[in-house]
């Protein structure tokens, strides 16, 4: 079966750096759309809907931010590895919470509708302080 393993979540000051990465497994990385999501601190539902969208990458490299990152984060992808990546620099407190690889059947990412991304990693925890 399809697997999502995320790693690279951490504490950290603001203004600092980190890069997640996510290992999949029975699903291609370079054959569909990819992406990561946030679930907010206060967001205690575990559904869907409470993950919000921060970055995508459709299967020919072509990428969407939401506004917030833009600049900042940077989505890429080791097609050989099977790996995902998000690149996060000059982190904000905003930004913390914890951060979902998420893959969709089709090669391009069209939309930030959860539901319509049927795979999930189990999440890996990103506090940034202020």
């Known amino acids: 079966q399809v697997q999502l393993v995320e790693s690279g979540g951490a504490s950290i000051q603001a203004g600092g750096s980190l890069k997640l990465s996510c290992v999949v497994s029975?699903?291609?990385?370079?054959?569909?759309?990819m992406g990561w999501f946030r679930r907010a601190p206060g967001k205690e539902s575990d559904d869907l809907k409470e993950r919000d969208g921060v970055a995508l990458i459709s299967y020919d490299g072509s990428t969407a931010y939401v506004n917030s990152v833009k600049g900042r984060f940077t989505i890429s992808k080791n097609n050989a590895d099977n790996t995902l990546f998000l690149q996060m620099n000059s982190l904000k407190s905003e930004d913390s919470g914890i951060y979902y690889c998420?893959?969709?059947?089709?090669?391009?990412?069209?939309?930030?509708?959860?539901?319509?991304?049927?795979?999930w990693g189990q999440g890996t925890q990103v506090t940034v302080s202020s």
């Open positions: 998420a893959a969709r059947d089709e090669p391009y990412c069209a939309g930030w509708e959860q539901p319509r991304y049927p795979y």
């Open positions: 029975k699903f291609g990385v370079g054959s569909h759309c």
